[in-house]
Structure formats: C-alpha cells, structure tokens
C-alpha cells in the first residue's frame, strides 16, 4: 500500500525553523519525485519545493528559496523540508505527494499525505 506521512510541524515564531519528514511506503523512492506543497485557508494549493530521488537534484519556488532545504535519506525512504526564517505567510497545512521531475503542480501528484500543519505566529 502506498503510502506518505507527514510529521514535525507545529507553532514557531517568526524567524524560527522547523524540519517536516515525509515518511514513504509501499513503492520504491528513487523513481519518483517527492514534492512539498502547502495549502492556507482560503487558498489553493501550491507547490513548494520537489528532489528527484534518484539525482537528488532539487528545486524550489521563490518565495521559499534561500530559507527552505530539501532533502532525503534513501535508508530511511525519507524526504525532510527544512525551514528556516519562517514568516507568518509561511503558515499552512504543509503536504508530500510523489509525482514526476519538471513539475510542482499540484494536480501531477499523487498519494498525498494527511498533511501537518504549521503555524507561524508571535
């Protein structure tokens, strides 16, 4: 069964970090992209940064560039989302679903996780 679990988001202050895990089973990792997209009430979904496993080679939007690291750990069929300097823009539910290198749309994903959510407050 396939299967993605995100964990490791909560409340932070501005300028805080967080590292979200997505936790894969059921398929084999290296062929696929995993990306991290996020979603704020009222909002739609959108991509946030994606790694080919395989290669490792990431890429990110803009408006996380420079504060946020992807990353996986093939041993551990893991991907992580490190976020450092958060704002409170930055607040959302934060979602892994694997998909394929050349796209961060979200409707090119599948196997979404629950989903966990952070919150980027004073």
């Known amino acids: 069964q396939v299967q993605l679990v995100e964990s490791g988001g909560g409340l932070v202050q501005p300028g805080g970090s967080l590292r979200l895990s997505c936790a894969a089973s059921g398929f084999t990792l290296d062929d696929y992209t995993i990306g991290w997209f996020r979603q704020a009430p009222g909002k739609e979904r959108e991509g946030v940064s994606a790694?080919?496993?395989?290669?490792?080679?990431?890429y990110y939007e803009d408006f996380v560039r420079g504060r946020f690291t992807i990353s996986r750990d093939k041993a551990k069929n893991t991907v992580y989302l490190q976020m450092n300097s958060l704002k409170p823009e930055d607040t959302a539910v934060y979602y892994c679903?694997?998909?394929?290198?050349?796209?961060?749309?979200?409707?090119?994903?599948?196997?979404w996780g629950q989903g966990t959510q952070v919150t980027v407050s004073s």
């Open positions: 679903a694997r998909g394929g290198w050349g796209t961060l749309d979200p409707s090119d994903y599948r196997s």
């Open positions: 790694i080919k496993i395989s290669d490792g080679s990431t």
